[in-house]
C-alpha cells in the first residue's frame, strides 16, 4: 500500500508541476502577445506621421529623389509587413530612410522654420523613446519564454503545449535613434 500511495503521490506532484510550469509558459505568451501589440500600435503611429513629415521637409527643402523613393518604399514595407521579423525590418527601413530625408533636410537649414514640423518631430521622438521602453519589455519577457522553452524538463511542457521560440525585436543601430 505504501509503495502505491509513493507512487500516485510522486504523479500528483508531477501533474502539478506540469500543470503550473505550463501556465508560466502560457502567461509568458500572453504578455509578449500583449507588449508586441502595443509596439504594433506605436509603429502605426509613427507610420501615420511620416507622410506629414516628408510633406514638411519636401515644402522646406528639397530632397534628393532617392530619398524619397527610399522612404516611399519603406513605408510600403512596413504598412504591408506581416509577421515580426518582416515588421522590424520594414521599420529599421523606414527609420533609416526617415533619418537621411530629416538629415538633408535640415542641412539647408530651413527645416526647423516649417510651420507644424516642430510638434511632429517632438511626436516622433516620443512615439520612438515609448518604442524603445517597449521593446526593451518585449525582448526580456521573449528572452524569459525563449530560455524557459531550452530549459530542461520545461521542454518537454512546452513541446507538449506546441510553444514556439519568439523572434526578438532588434533594431539596426542606425534606425534606433530618431534625428
Known amino acids: 500500500m505504501a509503495p502505491q500511495l509513493i507512487l500516485f503521490a510522486a ?3 508531477l501533474v502539478f508541476w506540469a500543470t503550473y510550469t505550463y501556465r508560466q509558459l502560457l502567461a509568458l505568451h500572453r504578455r509578449i502577445d500583449a507588449l508586441w501589440r502595443d509596439i504594433g500600435h506605436l509603429l502605426q503611429r509613427r507610420l501615420r506621421l511620416v507622410p506629414a513629415l516628408e510633406a ?3 515644402q522646406y527643402a528639397s530632397p534628393e529623389a532617392s530619398v524619397l523613393a527610399a522612404l516611399t518604399k519603406a513605408q510600403s514595407a512596413a504598412a ?3 509577421t515580426v521579423s518582416q515588421q522590424v525590418s520594414a521599420h529599421n527601413a523606414l527609420s533609416s530612410a526617415l533619418s537621411a ?3 538633408g533636410a535640415r542641412a539647408t537649414g530651413h527645416l526647423e522654420q516649417a510651420p ?3 510638434p511632429l518631430h517632438q511626436e516622433l521622438v516620443a512615439v520612438d523613446t515609448r518604442l524603445a521602453r517597449l521593446r526593451r519589455s518585449y525582448n ?4 524569459a519564454f ?3 522553452l531550452q530549459s530542461f524538463p520545461a521542454n518537454m511542457v512546452a513541446s507538449m503545449g506546441h510553444f514556439s521560440r519568439r523572434p526578438y525585436f532588434e533594431m539596426d543601430s ?3 535613434s530618431t534625428p
Not at 526580456?140 to 528572452?143: F, L, P, T
Open 116 to 118: 507644424g514640423f516642430t
Open 140 to 143: 526580456d519577457e521573449v528572452m
Open 56 to 58: 514638411a521637409a519636401q
Open 146 to 148: 525563449n530560455t524557459m
Open 11 to 13: 504523479l500528483l506532484l
Open 101 to 103: 530625408l530629416l538629415a
Open 174 to 176: 542606425g534606425a534606433a
Open 80 to 82: 504591408t509587413a506581416a
